[in-house]
């Protein structure tokens, strides 16, 4: 069979299974507010006897002010110690207890926590969020010792780790005049002055349940469901939230580039454009199409990097590329590359822009096109096979004020994508004004 006629059969194999998954989808999820202002999302998924909970709260780093940075991370840690009804650890005794599995994480548009358990203790996970989301205590002595955990975990992630460090670095560049430019663990001056009233303030502005969204996902009964949560959180308070502006697309920061020496084992290229975002783009085209042209550009085994740089030239021992195009503000596109031996970094990144301006002057074919949907369409497919995979989405596009609905068209969005619109996207938005570059050598060695 000719490789595009299988491409193609692989496709609408693909696009018939999501679209079978998004009826299946879209006939047992429910979503609805309360009278407080919170949101909730229930999943049915009856195949296995679990349910995973999830609150989702609308702050994280991009949120925190100069001299705060990285307090959302900070607070995330504060929410398994104490509460005003739950002594220090019984809130990780009380989920061992009844089989259960709890964790958060804290990213830069929202903070998140999740319990796992058996369906029936849908009750417990329910009034255990309630209880945190309300009545936080923080003592002083607590707060001192976890702020010591913390500052040791950006030691262990970042400080002693050369590929994050630079990482780290380029994000204050590629982002400018934003949260986004700053770690989410927060820079170390600012966890080592921490105070608790800090913690406790942000606590009090953020956490809410007009800021908030309950997921639940699993073996559940959407009616029964939204009884409980009635009950554990409709009688909780609404709050006066900061304003927030609405999203919109920033104009180009102008090019920025970044020369650094760090203990890295081989030189290492960043780049990255601002690009908009589902939520910025004026038209959701934009958002589809830069998906198929990093698709296009990093897609495995047939795509442009790895067939012309990698192996063809022989220029990157690795490279690859990604749209983050799931955010509350702008998006960003952005190739990592690390230099095969003798190749100099500014040679790597010139092969890589005639590899995008190629795309932008010649659209790829439609065979490259079927390749991409294709993986894309496995990746989402794969993705909601589990109940917490299909919890962390639902999440993710709400913290990005997506209605869930909008997953359930990805298929169909991302089949009307045209070899000339990947093509008007790349000519659009990779262009110098919207790019930061970072190369990243290796710190000579001193001479004994």
């Not at 926590?113 to 058996?118: A, F, G, I, M």
């Not at 009616?223 to 009635?230: G, K, W």
């Not at 639902?394 to 093509?423: C, R």
Request: charged share 20%; hydrophobic share 40%; proline share 5%.
């Amino acid at each position: 069979m000719p490789k595009r006629v299988l491409l193609l059969a692989l496709f609408v194999v693909l696009q018939s299974t999501f679209a079978w998954a998004s009826s299946m989808s879209e006939s047992r999820t429910y979503s609805y507010t309360l009278d407080n202002g919170l949101d909730v999302i229930v999943r049915e998924d009856h195949r296995a006897p679990v349910v995973t909970v999830m609150v989702w709260y609308r702050v994280g780093s991009i949120d925190e002010p100069a001299g705060m940075t990285g307090i959302s991370h900070m607070l995330e840690h504060m929410l398994f110690k104490h509460t005003k009804h739950l002594t220090p650890g019984e809130y990780t005794e009380l989920v061992a207890r009844y089989g259960g599995r709890t964790n958060a994480f804290t990213s830069y548009e929202y903070t998140g926590y999740y319990q796992e358990y058996e369906a029936s203790r849908l009750p417990l996970a329910l009034e255990l969020e309630a209880e945190r989301m309300a009545n936080l205590v923080i003592h002083e002595d607590e707060f001192y010792r976890e702020a010591k955990v913390v500052h040791e975990e950006r030691r262990q992630r970042t400080d002693d780790n050369p590929n994050a460090l630079a990482w780290e670095k380029f994000a204050a560049i590629l982002r400018p005049g934003t949260g986004y430019a700053h770690p989410v663990i927060g820079w170390q001056r600012d966890i080592e002055g921490y105070e608790p009233s800090q913690a406790m303030h942000w606590y009090e502005q953020w956490y809410a349940p007009n800021n908030a969204v309950v997921v639940v996902a699993g073996d559940v009964n959407a009616e029964e469901t939204q009884q409980l949560v009635q009950k554990y959180f409709g009688a909780l308070k609404t709050k006066n939230l900061p304003h927030r502006p609405a999203p919109q697309l920033a104009p180009p920061a102008g090019e920025r580039r970044l020369n650094l020496q760090l203990a890295v084992q081989v030189p290492t290229l960043y780049m990255g454009w601002n690009v908009p975002s589902l939520a910025t783009a004026t038209d959701d085209e934009d958002f589809y199409a830069l998906i198929m042209l990093a698709g296009v550009l990093d897609g495995g085994y047939s795509a442009r990097i790895e067939s012309n740089i990698v192996r063809g030239q022989r220029l990157a021992a690795g490279a690859g590329a990604s749209y983050q195009g799931v955010a509350r503000e702008d998006g960003v596109f952005t190739i990592r590359a690390t230099a095969n031996p003798d190749v100099s970094l500014t040679l790597l990144e010139k092969k890589l822009i005639e590899e995008i301006e190629l795309i932008a002057t010649t659209p790829p074919s439609t065979t490259e096109l079927e390749r991409v949907r294709a993986q894309v369409l496995a990746s989402k497919v794969f993705g909601q096979d589990s109940v917490f995979g299909q919890a962390m989405e639902l999440g993710y596009y709400a913290m990005a004020n997506i209605h869930w609905q909008e997953a359930d068209k990805f298929a169909d969005k991302l089949a009307q994508i045209t070899p000339d619109m990947v093509s008007k996207v790349a000519q659009r938005w990779l262009i110098p004004e919207r790019m930061a570059v970072a190369h990243v050598q290796p710190q000579l060695k001193e001479e004994q």
